[in-house]
């Protein structure tokens, strides 16, 4: 039986609708966000059916969580497939979670095939890929690849001013795993993430596969206006520090310096915050994030001027900083890994397509530390970070086939 033909459309769409409760919303998508009661739950259903198994699970200082299925060479490196659980707060039920889905149906796919290795082959989930909770996102695996210090990422707080490290000890304690000690990270001979596309390029095109070619440049920011509380009815506007308007006219001068002829640079205000937010009292405070992404490191660091010089010129009367949060740089995959996710598409019959990624990816980070490629399956109108958020049986199996190819093929290099 090849381990292609042993993966399980049934039992991969079960897990799915399984692990979808966890969360769940009323229309339909999921709130697990990093870190959460609901992703503790993720976690312990994950550790659940990889026990039941016979895998061994570990997690490290950051809370990645690893799924081994060993290998007959113990000294060799492990290949590593896996993606994130945690979710958008108005996410759909397959973004991050079919990649790590995929990734265990994977190894239950080697097991049941009978098929042995000669590397191991770890599954993961990374912790807080998404960064909606807690910025910046991709941490997990940031922290695994030196990208990020793991100490300051312990430090970080949530809007509410929870520290992630408490929240990690709260979620490591619901959702216990045998620690790696030490420093997050270990030496890999290769990784490989699925994913759903986010875009509709693949159903436009009527393709199953996406052969991921790289990932986009991205960059995140925090702008904080500070002014000064006043009262609402008494406070002429000469008089004023409204930190609000000085904010909304910054903003607006940031959306006219980003909004290019060809549409490819991508400028994202995804969250504002107003303070003391009473509608009787001048604003004094208003903090608002910036996501901002092109395929070239140039463009991103000529808007990053842009941007800097925006804040200066539109903080009076109030006083304005922007701080950057984090910067990747765009991501060329392995090319020998890219063209392998290709052959085993074509093996399969799957038609296939060679192309980037506008979504930022745990892999933008792993393949600065190993040879590192991604799987796309389409996704309904290509919607992502939407609860309407949808994809198929049968593609999300065959994006699992081909991973399943790919992984058994990497592992007996
Ligand atoms: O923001 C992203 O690109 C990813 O979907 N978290
Ligand atoms: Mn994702
Ligand atoms: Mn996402």
């Known amino acids: ?102 990734a265990f149906e994977a190894l239950e796919a080697l097991e049941d095939a009978g098929v042995k290795t000669r590397r191991p082959v770890i599954a993961v989930a990374w912790t807080n890929e998404e960064g909606s909770r807690f910025q910046p996102g991709a941490m997990g695996s940031a922290v695994f690849a030196g990208h990020n210090d793991l100490h300051a990422m312990l430090a970080v707080r949530d809007w509410k ?8 000890a709260e979620t490591l304690k619901a959702a216990p795993a045998p620690l790696r000690k030490g420093k997050p990270g270990f030496a890999l001979d290769g990784y490989v993430e699925v994913h759903i596309e986010q875009g509709p390029r693949l159903e436009n095109e009527h393709k199953t596969i996406g052969v991921v070619t790289a990932i986009q440049g991205s960059r995140r920011y925090i702008v904080e206006v500070t002014g000064d509380e006043a009262h609402a009815g008494t406070t002429p506007r000469a008089a004023r520090k409204d930190a609000f308007h000085s904010a909304l006219r910054i903003a607006a001068a940031m959306y006219e310096a980003t909004t290019d002829a060809e549409d490819t640079l991508r400028f994202t205000i995804g969250r504002v915050d107003v303070s003391p937010g009473s509608p009787n009292t001048v604003p004094g405070k208003a903090v608002f ?19 800097a010089a925006i804040v200066a010129a539109g903080a009076a ?86 991973l399943a190819e790919v992984l058994a093929d990497l592992a007996n290099r």
């Open 161 to 168: 001013g929870v520290v992630l490290k408490d929240a990690l």
């Open 317 to 402: 009367p109030c006083i304005a900083a922007i701080e950057r949060v984090t910067a990747v740089a765009p991501t060329n995959f392995d090319p020998k890994v890219i063209d392998l996710v290709r052959a085993k598409a074509n093996a399969l019959k799957l038609a296939n397509m060679d192309m980037p990624s506008g979504a930022g990816h745990d892999a933008m980070h792993i393949a600065k530390l190993c040879p590192t490629g991604m799987i796309f399956v389409p996704c309904e109108r290509g919607v992502s970070h939407n609860e309407s958020e949808n994809a198929t049986p049968s593609d999300l199996a065959a994006g699992a086939r081909v």
């Open 1 to 102: 039986m090849s381990v292609a033909s042993a993966v399980r459309e049934d039992r991969l769409w079960q897990r799915h609708a399984d692990m979808a409760k966890l969360g769940g919303t009323p229309k339909g998508g999921v709130n697990r966000q990093a870190l959460s009661a609901e992703d503790a739950a993720a976690r312990n259903l994950l550790a659940g059916w990889a026990t039941a198994r016979g895998f061994a699970i570990f997690t490290d200082a950051i809370g990645n969580l690893f799924v081994r299925r060993d290998g007959t060479d113990a000294k060799a490196l492990p290949v590593l497939s896996g993606s994130h659980m945690d979710s958008q707060p108005t996410g759909g039920r397959f973004d991050g979670m079919y990649g790590v889905l995929a």
């Open 289 to 307: 994030t910036i996501d901002m992404r092109h395929p070239a490191e140039a463009v991103l660091e000529v808007h990053e001027a842009k941007l």
